[in-house]
């Protein structure tokens, strides 16, 4: 059965099929060569008996061929698997083995792998390869050319569209089922949006939007398929460099592009050029806290807003956010706000224990009301938070984050925020361990920027101290060269907090 979604990819991949649909490394690809490569899935994975609600995993990699692997597999009503590249491959093989996938997708230089080429076999997984090295290529791998007799596999997920990775930021990373239905709501809500009344006749864009944050992560996954659905064609990096990202920006001249904060930090380290990125009127952010202080910074040297949003996995897209129109009006007032609940959202914040609704200004937990997913009923976040009494909405940290220490709740959010105010700090991450006296305890690691002067750890946290209540102070800081962060740029808390176990127990020994 047709969905709006599938038939959306159709008709914009038939437009003008000689255009350039994605730019890669210098290189252009055509609609019409990414119409061939969904073709060409399409028969491998037709010919081996794998239909509507199939679960295709893909090994997810910033490459056109890889962004036209997704265009098929959601075309065609199939279920895509988010796979991590960025793992090991023993990790890798093992995320196989428990999923019993019926077919795998994954770049040629993958394949070259030894272990997953094995794991792949004794799955007994349909092996296609792609490449997007000279055009975009497909193949199927040899040996994994069927599916085997009397095998058990993964079942159909006929109304999901993607077994779609969180960012693995507290804890190893989960997979959220979304379905369909909720992630068609999300792009053609975007859609509607940005054609402000959603009735322009459907034809391809002259400017390319810009894939900079991973496939594996849901913003990367939703801002490539929107593009598409967009019908605007698509210029790729296969990972995020200021360099080649600020050449894109002068080349392609885009109006909007989405970064997490990290990558504006670089952006703002690396002193790129104002005019090189003259043509933006906004950038969108999201994923992870947003500084104030960085967002005003980046203002002041590029004279462009930093929009900050709110969404999640499980919401298919963001349920929150900033307009230019609420910037102009109150961005100097509401610095530190993830803006207003989107059309067809709303937000409020209960009490933690009796789940009453809180007047404004109360911290407390979010919950939302969204359309793309259920629009009568509040789905409870772990996130605290506050909505003013003009609607925005400030998140003030996660409540499975919050460290009780000795009866007192801390929040690492308000703690980090305090080391974020010393000069010499470009990073800080804030996390609990276990104590037995006190139930739990917060460490901090933290990064200094480059060229920082010298300071001690001691005099960090004496720095801190004078604006912290006791016991917020944390009991331990380590200095990290480089702050451990997930394939979407978030500061990896859980790899932080096995940190410091680490050396606890090397301590012990």
């Known amino acids: 059965m047709a969905t709006a979604l599938d038939e959306r990819i159709k008709a914009v991949l038939a437009l003008e099929p000689d255009k350039g649909a994605f730019e890669f490394k210098g290189a252009w690809h055509s609609w019409r060569n990414v119409a061939a490569t969904i073709e060409k899935i399409e028969t491998l994975l037709s010919e081996a008996g794998l239909g509507a609600g199939a679960p295709v ?69 349909l092996g296609i390869s792609i490449s997007s090295t000279v055009g975009l290529k497909v193949s199927i791998v040899e040996g994994l050319d069927k599916l085997h007799d009397g095998r058990s596999y993964a079942p159909a997920l006929p109304d999901v569209c993607i077994l779609m990775l969180t960012s693995g930021t507290t804890g190893p990373a989960k997979r959220i089922q979304l379905p369909y239905k909720n992630f068609e709501r999300s792009l053609f809500d975007a859609v509607h949006y940005e054609s402000r009344n959603g009735g322009e006749e459907l034809k391809l864009k002259d400017s390319a939007a810009l894939l ?51 990558a504006i930090r670089m952006i703002l380290d690396a002193k790129v050029a104002p005019e090189m990125l003259c043509s933006l009127l906004a950038i969108r952010t999201g994923s992870s806290p947003l500084d104030p202080a960085m967002a005003e910074e980046f203002e002041q040297t590029y004279s462009c807003p930093v929009l900050d949003t709110y969404g999640a996995t499980e919401f298919a897209g963001a349920v929150a956010g900033w307009t230019l129109r609420d910037y102009k009006a109150f961005g100097k007032d509401k610095r530190g706000s993830v803006g207003r609940a989107q059309p067809g959202c709303e937000l409020r914040v209960v009490d933690l224990e009796s789940g009453k ?76 361990l276990p104590d037995a006296r006190l139930g739990a305890v917060p460490v901090v690691a933290v990064q200094l920027r480059d060229h920082a002067e010298p300071i001690t750890g001691a005099e960090l946290l004496s720095f801190a101290r004078e604006q912290l209540v006791s016991y917020q102070v944390p009991v331990d800081l380590k200095f990290v060269k480089v702050m451990p962060r997930t394939p979407s740029l978030k500061v990896s808390q859980h790899e932080v907090k096995a940190m410091f176990v680490h050396a606890a127990q090397e301590t012990k020994l």
């Not at 793992?87 to 996938?101: F, G, N, V």
């Not at 997953?116 to 004794?122: D, F």
């Not at 398929?225 to 698509?234: E, N, Q, W, Y």
Request: proline share 6%; glycine share 6%; with cysteine.
């Open 57 to 125: 995993g893909i090994l997810l990699r910033n490459r056109p061929a890889h962004v036209a692997a997704i265009l098929q597999v959601l075309a065609s009503k199939r279920c895509v698997v988010a796979l991590n590249p960025f793992q090991s491959p023993a990790k890798i093989a093992a995320d196989l083995a428990k999923l019993e996938l019926p077919a795998l997708i994954a770049d040629d230089e993958d394949w070259r792998i030894g272990e997953l080429h094995e794991a792949a076999v004794t799955s007994g997984t």
């Open 212 to 262: 900079a944050t991973p496939l594996v992560h849901i913003g990367g996954m939703y801002a490539a398929v929107l593009a598409i659905v967009g019908a605007r064609p698509l210029a790729i990096l296969e990972k995020f460099n200021v360099e080649e990202w600020a050449k894109a920006v002068q080349t392609y001249k885009p109006r909007t592009v989405m970064l997490p904060p990290t």
């Open 357 to 432: 609704p809180l007047t404004s200004s109360i911290c407390g937990l979010l919950e939302v009301k969204s359309a793309q997913i259920d629009s009568k009923t509040w789905l409870r976040t772990t996130d605290l938070a506050e909505l003013d009494a003009d609607g925005f909405l400030f998140i003030r940290g996660r409540a499975d984050d919050a460290i009780i220490r000795g009866g007192f709740k801390i929040l690492p959010r308000e703690v980090e925020s305090r080391f974020r105010e010393h000069p010499s700090v470009a990073e800080v991450c804030v996390v609990g």
